[in-house]
Each structure stands twice: as structure tokens, then as C-alpha cells.
């Protein structure tokens, strides 16, 4: 299976929530990463948009830090200004919110959030999230500094940005605000919307989890339901020999393990199986999340080919991650992993050290595979692993990681908030629509849940291989914008 890129994914550098789906995914994720930039460098983006411009705000670390407001520490937070499709009197800004990677201009270059800006006039901005990508100090990956990295601080800069944009550009209160934002970011973005009514008029939140939970065994359930989605191409066939697969993997013995699958070390401990085993199933919950097309087929559809290929289920999945890794050595050691957590070096690209710190601190989102559910892998991918890592890492203890969440949920309303003028997008292919709001909460509270459509696939710009639902879906969130902007 090749790791395919197309329009779903031009978001990719920011639209993507993972917690406990192993490095494979993370790998993955960097390639995506690399793949869309370099992609883009060959395009003719930036000729079309020329007058895209990068910009720093001088931020707080610490917004609610009063005693320190005249001295504060400070951080260079980046944005991006596209005025092409301005209508700068009465047009609306939107606000396209970073998340937990470093944030592209592409960002505000394409997809839908800027076909829509073409048609309602409006100035388009990207928010870079603190602590990633360019806006980060240069110690800024030591704990003294992480405390500064959640939500509310997030959500405080962009409460910043609006008065610094306010002034900058001139904007007046003809020019109404949207914020738009998918995964992570598209949580900010209804959480935008909620905390800050006097200052965004509507909001659009994609592939939004909004609602935190320490073990979320549903992740996995809709992995095994969009696997077996005929709609996909999934089949029982399919999730019959994957279940198998794995099944089997529990058969083996460390050293065919290793034979099997190249790993660059030993299996030496219960974690590094662990490891081992998260990394494998993190090949099918990345294609469940993305479900990218290519040559007119869904790569659940290819995935379920390649495991349904030979009537051997394990040799389908040995072939299947031998292709899927380039057949490069497995590494499967969790002390590597540990230390690749620890590590306070600067890189860009995605945040690994940072996203799994907001995820210990605030949100959990561990995908488990317990017993009483429909999850495909195996009971190993058990919530001991990340608390383990939390601890480890971050120093977060079990109880007070409960108690964070359940904060969290408290401060927002989790997935029966209380907002207005906020649109809840979400396809019944990505896992983590079941962490969001699926069904409309009032008439100014709208869900749109589009069938066949994965992870924030709404926010690209359309394409021929768009099924109905799909064009359907984008076209309900524009009517939408355009009767709260009348």
C-alpha cells in the first residue's frame, strides 16, 4: 500500500488528532507532512496567491497572569494574510486555527474554507497553535515552558490575534468573523465560538472531539465498522482476516516476530510487544482515518484487497507492513519511543513531544482494544500503555489525568455544548466522530455527518472523486454561513 496524498489530505499538517497509535502513524503523519510541502513547491500556488504574507504577533506565555501583565514572558506567535478575495467594507475575515502541527500558508491558500472565501468576500487569516511549527522559544520544549501549552491559552492568543488584526487591518463590526478549524483545531473553533461570543460570529468545527475521554475504546469500534463498509469497499471478509491476523500474531514467538517483520531490535519487554502491536494496527486506523482515493478506489477497499489476498491471514499482514514501511526495520523498542518524547529539541513538522503532553494534560483520546468491544487488534493496545508514558514523560499521575479531563469536559460542555451559530462536521468513516456531535443540538447548533467521508475530508476543495454525500455536505455548510452572514 503507498501512502497516497490528494486533496483530502492538503490539510494534512494540521488536521490530524492521534494519541496511543503508535509511531507508525507518527511516521506516517511526517511523510504526509513532507509529501504536501514538496508537492506544493512544484505548484502553481504561490503564483496564484502571491500576496499571501507571513507574520509574527509577540504573545503571552501566560495570558492569566496578571501580577506579571506589564512584564511578561513572551513568545512570537505565526500568521498568515490572504487578501486576494477581500471585499475589505463589509467582507468577513475568516480565521483558519492551527492545531498540533506546524501550520502551512497553504493553509489559507486552497481547500474549502477558500473556495468559500472567494464566493463571501473575506479576508482569509492562519493562526499558527503555540508551541508548534515557528511559534515556540527556542527553549521551549522544557517543562518549565509546557505548562503554558493547553486550550485555554490557545484560545486566549487568538482572543489576542482578533484585537491585533482588529487594529492592523482596520476591520470594523461589518466585518464579521468565522473561525474554521478540523481535528483538534476544529475543537478550538467551536471552543472559540463558546468562550468568545463578542468576538467570532459563527463557527465551523470539522472532525471535532470535542469531548475528552482517557480510554477511548470507540476509536477502534469504527475502525472494525468503516473496514467492514461495503460503501468504502470494506467487507466481513475483510475484518474476519484482519481479526485473524492478529490473532495469530498473539500465536508467535518473539523471535518469528522478529524474523517476520524486521524489526530493527528485539522484543525484549512487555512494552516493547506493546509497541510492537500498536504499531501494527496503527497501519489500518491511519487508512480508516484518511481513507484516501486513488485510480477510483478507497484505500480501505486496497487494504482489504491486499488482507484478503491469500487465504493466510498473517502472511497478508506481514506482505501488507513489509509494503507499508518500505521494508525498512520495524522499530518497535519503547525506551526509543520514551526518548523520542523527551526530547526538547526543536524539529517543526509535527508535534510529537507537545500533542502527547495536551493529551496527558487535558484530553486522553487513548485508543484501547478492551475485550467488550469490536476492536480488531488485541487486548495489549490496553490504557496502562499511555498512563505509563504520561508518567513517565510528563510526570502525570493516573487520578489527576481523570480529574484534568473531567475539566475539560466541564469547561466546554464535551459533546452537548451550549453555543451558538456553530456548524459540527463529521464523516461516519473517521474514528473520531464518535468523540463529537453528530446529530444537531438546535437550529443554531447544526450537525452535518456526511456518509462514506473521513477525517476532516469536508475542508478540501472539491474533487471528481467527491461522492454525492460529500458535495451535498460542503454545500449545507456554506448555505448555512451564508443565512448567518445575511
Known amino acids: 500500500m503507498k501512502v497516497l496524498v490528494g486533496t483530502v489530505l492538503l490539510l494534512s499538517t494540521i488536521c490530524c488528532v492521534q494519541a496511543g497509535l503508535g509511531r507508525t502513524f507518527w511516521k506516517t503523519r511526517e511523510r504526509l507532512l513532507q509529501h504536501h510541502h514538496q508537492h506544493h513547491r512544484h505548484g502553481d500556488l504561490l503564483a496564484k496567491f502571491g500576496n499571501?504574507?507571513?507574520?509574527?504577533?509577540?504573545?503571552?506565555?501566560?495570558?492569566?497572569?496578571?501580577?506579571?501583565?506589564?512584564?511578561?514572558?513572551?513568545?512570537?506567535?505565526?500568521?498568515?494574510?490572504?487578501?486576494?478575495?477581500?471585499?475589505?467594507?463589509?467582507?468577513?475575515?475568516?480565521?483558519?486555527?492551527?492545531?498540533?502541527a506546524e501550520l502551512s500558508e497553504y493553509s489559507i491558500m486552497e481547500g474549502h474554507t477558500v473556495d468559500m472565501a472567494e464566493k463571501f468576500g473575506a479576508l482569509l487569516f492562519g493562526v499558527e497553535h503555540r508551541f508548534y511549527g515557528q511559534s515556540v522559544n527556542k527553549d521551549g520544549l522544557k517543562?518549565?515552558?509546557?505548562?503554558?501549552?493547553?486550550?485555554?491559552?490557545?484560545?486566549?492568543?487568538?482572543?489576542?490575534?482578533?484585537?491585533?488584526?482588529?487594529?492592523?487591518?482596520?476591520?470594523?463590526?461589518?466585518?464579521?468573523?468565522?473561525?474554521?478549524?478540523?481535528?483538534?483545531?476544529?475543537?478550538?473553533?467551536?471552543?472559540?465560538?463558546?468562550?468568545?461570543?463578542?468576538?467570532v460570529h459563527a463557527a465551523v468545527a470539522s472532525s471535532a472531539p470535542v469531548k475528552a475521554q482517557l480510554n477511548f475504546e470507540g476509536y477502534n469500534d469504527v475502525v472494525a465498522a468503516s473496514f467492514g463498509n461495503p460503501m468504502v469497499g470494506g467487507s466481513k471478509q475483510c475484518t474476519d482476516s484482519i481479526r485473524s491476523a492478529f490473532q495469530w500474531v498473539n500465536t508467535k514467538s518473539l523471535k518469528t516476530l522478529r524474523k517476520d517483520f524486521n524489526t530493527c531490535t528485539e522484543i525484549g519487554t512487555d512494552n516493547d510487544l506493546k509497541t510492537f502491536i500498536m504499531n501494527l494496527a496503527g497501519v489500518f486506523q491511519g487508512t480508516a482515518q484518511y481513507n484516501q482515493i486513488t485510480d477510483g478506489k478507497n484505500e480501505i477497499e486496497v487494504i482489504c484487497m491486499n488482507m484478503t489476498k491469500t487465504k493466510d491471514p498473517y502472511l497478508n499482514l506481514v506482505n501488507l507492513y513489509k509494503e507499508e514501511t518500505h521494508r525498512e526495520c520495524f522499530d518497535i523498542s519503547y525506551d526509543e519511543y520514551i526518548k523520542d518524547l523527551q526530547n526538547t529539541t526543536i524539529l517543526g513538522g509535527i508535534g510529537m513531544r507537545q500533542w502527547t503532553y495536551q493529551t496527558c494534560q487535558q484530553f486522553g483520546y487513548y485508543q484501547t482494544c478492551d475485550k467488550n468491544t469490536s476492536c480488531l487488534f488485541l487486548p495489549q493496545m490496553d490504557l496502562d500503555y499511555d498512563l505509563g508514558l504520561c508518567e513517565v514523560v510528563y510526570g502525570f499521575k493516573k487520578m489527576d489525568m481523570y480529574k484534568h479531563i473531567d475539566f475539560t469536559n466541564l469547561y466546554y460542555g464535551a459533546d452537548m455544548p451550549d453555543g451558538v451559530r456553530i456548524i459540527f462536521v463529521n464523516g461516519d468513516i473517521d474514528p473520531w466522530h464518535a468523540l463529537g456531535v453528530t446529530k444537531s443540538l438546535s437550529s443554531d447548533e447544526v450537525a452535518v455527518f456526511i456518509k462514506g467521508a473521513s477525517h476532516c475530508q469536508d475542508m478540501g476543495s472539491s474533487e471528481k472523486s467527491d461522492s454525492q454525500y460529500l458535495i451535498d455536505g460542503r454545500q449545507m455548510i456554506k448555505d448555512q454561513l451564508n443565512t448567518w452572514l445575511m
Open 52 to 100: 499571501v504574507t507571513t507574520n509574527f504577533l509577540l504573545q503571552p506565555l501566560d495570558h492569566f497572569d496578571l501580577e506579571n501583565a506589564k512584564d511578561p514572558l513572551l513568545y512570537a506567535q505565526r500568521y498568515y494574510v490572504n487578501a486576494k478575495y477581500w471585499k475589505k467594507e463589509s467582507g468577513p475575515v475568516f480565521l483558519y486555527i492551527g492545531g498540533e
Open 143 to 199: 517543562m518549565d515552558q509546557m505548562q503554558y501549552l493547553n486550550s485555554q491559552q490557545a484560545l486566549a492568543d487568538l482572543a489576542a490575534f482578533h484585537g491585533h488584526a482588529m487594529k492592523k487591518y482596520e476591520l470594523t463590526s461589518k466585518n464579521k468573523w468565522i473561525c474554521f478549524g478540523g481535528s483538534y483545531p476544529g475543537a478550538l473553533s467551536a471552543w472559540f465560538r463558546l468562550k468568545y461570543p463578542h468576538l
